[in-house]
């Protein structure tokens, strides 16, 4: 890990959020709870489909042996195209906590989560062993969460993707660019999203970009973590997870560190 930053600790700060457009309330209220304001950077928007073939998937989603959904976008897309509380109870896997209260709000019953909320975490549920010769239906969108679909049928499963929504892509406005140019306190970059933090560094102007890579970025998992620092950030941490109150605890660690 490396060194963080010293600043005072009753200094305003921002935290940048790259989630998907309108999706910014969690992390703006956690770090609100920090002393820091949100500057929103959306990479790209959600839209669930409605369409028959992704209903037929769905439907033969049912009668597998596991449903991996991959983020609470999955499960609220999905619960717009069938009842949730009609699958089978234990056969239901969610990547985090979010998630799964996602899908228990829409119905569902017995989900497995894991503690570690990411791909790695999921993958070393006891759900997720075991799956020579069963059918595993991902309930997700298109791109994102590679590693999963590959170690479920490199586990011998069969897999069954459903892209029940799909990112969007949106072009970062001038004016964002220009205001994050003018920010006048520190900032730390919150990363929950290696695909996003990709789409939004190539649009970034150059001056901007070598001044994100000098500040704290806080990723939500070790894999993101190596992915900023490949991307040249030379400050990333590790958050407790994806969570929202996570990123933002750990965005204002990285600035005020606890003395030793």
């Not at 457009?21 to 969690?26: L, T």
């Not at 062993?129 to 069969?158: D, S, Y």
């Not at 799909?166 to 970059?189: F, G, M, N």
């Not at 990123?247 to 204002?252: N, P, T």
């Amino acid at each position: 890990m490396n060194s963080r930053a010293h600043v005072p600790a009753d200094t305003a700060w921002y935290l940048i959020s790259l989630r998907p457009s309108g999706q910014h309330d969690g992390l703006r209220r956690a770090a609100a709870r920090h002393g820091a304001r949100t500057v929103a950077v959306s990479p790209w928007r959600l839209q669930a489909r409605d369409d028959a073939a992704t209903r037929d998937q769905l439907l033969q989603a049912q009668a597998c042996d596991r449903l991996v959904f991959t983020s609470p976008a999955a499960a609220s897309a999905a619960a717009r195209l069938m009842p949730l509380g009609q699958l089978k109870a234990g056969s239901l896997v969610a990547v985090g906590q979010g998630t799964a209260r996602t899908l228990v709000r829409h119905g569902a019953a017995a989900v497995q989560a894991p503690a570690r909320m990411d791909s790695e975490g999921l993958l070393a549920l006891p759900a997720m062993a075991g799956l020579e010769g069963k059918r595993v239906a991902l309930v997700t969108a298109p791109g994102g969460r590679g590693m999963i679909a590959a170690q479920v049928q490199a586990r011998g499963a069969l897999l069954l993707r459903v892209d029940v929504y799909e990112r969007v892509p949106l072009q970062v406005p001038s004016s964002l660019w220009s205001r994050l140019q003018a920010l006048d306190a520190p900032a730390v970059l919150a990363v929950s999203s290696g695909e996003a933090l990709e789409r939004v560094l190539p649009q970034m102007p150059p001056a901007l970009r070598r001044r994100w890579q000098e500040q704290p970025v806080v990723a939500a998992s070790a894999r993101l973590a190596q992915l900023a620092t490949t991307l040249g950030f030379a400050h990333a941490y590790v958050a407790a997870g994806p969570l929202p109150g996570q990123l933002a605890a750990a965005a204002r660690d990285a600035l005020f560190p606890t003395p030793a």
